[in-house]
């Protein structure tokens, strides 16, 4: 959806039963639109966000299960995934996550690869994947680091545990927290002065500002689906999906 005036595209992951989290239809419908998006000189600036009380829980677990998808995560992560992430680290607009509610897993991952984040105060950020005994994937090793450092990172991809909006300014994770019903409009105001500057200018700008770094990138993205791969052959992995949708704690047993 953009507006003509303000020259703001958004595009909203709807899905807000499951958190938004992220099913086959979905992520070809978000590549679609992120293709659309960066084609269309009518978008100065793109805003993606979540509707209902979440941005997005990242991989939906139950088709991963239903789709037999631990021996097909490689590829799944090189055919869905990575083309997403990397439309949007590399797109040559200023992009704008409005993170809604909490961002899980790759849900995170795709909001770690906007340019910028705008929080609310019940936005939290979890690096899902260690409790279903996977690893952060679709950018969030190369990503994350950056963002936070490499401390914070590994923290939280190690416990998987929850960081609200105000940890997550202070550690430079979030540009801007504002009330939760100001999210989409405070990221769409935003977004709205960022498309009025000169589009070749702010193309250059964010090519040298990552100069390096969408090849690092896709370094990553590579090497995250063979340790995925690795991690869903595992024991471990298909005890946390069984805890996932039983919703009771998991009990690893480093199989
Ligand atoms: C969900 C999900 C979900 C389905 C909540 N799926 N339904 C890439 C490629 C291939 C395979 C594997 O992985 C990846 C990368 C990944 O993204 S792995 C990480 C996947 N995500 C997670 O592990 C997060 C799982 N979700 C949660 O831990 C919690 O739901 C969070 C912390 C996100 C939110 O907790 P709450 O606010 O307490 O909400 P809730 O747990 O009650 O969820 C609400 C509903 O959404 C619930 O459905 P129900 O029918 O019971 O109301 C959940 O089952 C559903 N939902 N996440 N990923």
């Known amino acids: 959806m953009v507006n003509p005036d303000t020259r703001v595209g958004v595009l909203t992951f709807n899905r807000p039963d499951a958190l938004n989290a992220f099913t ?38 139950k088709e991963h299960v239903a789709n037999g998808g631990a021996s097909t995560i490689g590829d799944h992560l090189r055919t869905r995934y990575h083309p997403i992430i990397e439309r949007l680290y590399g797109m040559a607009k200023p992009t704008l996550a409005a993170v809604n509610g909490v961002a899980a897993g790759a849900g995170m991952s795709l909001a770690l690869a906007c340019d910028f984040r705008v929080a609310g105060s019940r936005t939290r950020f979890v690096q899902a994947f260690v409790g279903v005994g996977l690893v952060p994937d679709s950018g969030s090793t190369h990503l994350l680091p950056l963002l936070v450092g490499p401390a914070r990172a590994l923290e939280m991809a190690l416990t998987g ?66 340790l995925q791969a690795t991690a869903a052959a595992t024991q ?9 949708l039983e919703k009771r704690p998991a009990r690893f047993t480093g199989r």
């Open 161 to 226: 545990a929850p960081v609200d909006a105000q940890t997550a300014l202070g550690w430079g994770l979030v540009n801007r927290l504002v009330a939760d019903d100001a999210v989409v409009g405070a990221a769409t105001a935003w977004a709205g002065e960022l498309a009025a500057a000169p589009p070749k200018a702010v193309e250059l700008i964010k090519r040298g500002m990552r100069r390096g770094s969408l090849r690092l990138l896709q370094d990553a993205l590579e090497y995250e689906s063979w």
């Open 236 to 244: 471990d992995h298909q005890e946390g999906l069984a805890a996932f």
């Open 24 to 61: 086959n239809q979905m992520l070809d419908e978000v590549a679609d639109a992120l293709k659309r998006a960066e084609r269309d000189s009518k978008v100065g600036a793109l805003v993606v966000t979540g509707a209902g009380r979440g941005f997005s829980a990242g991989q939906d677990l």
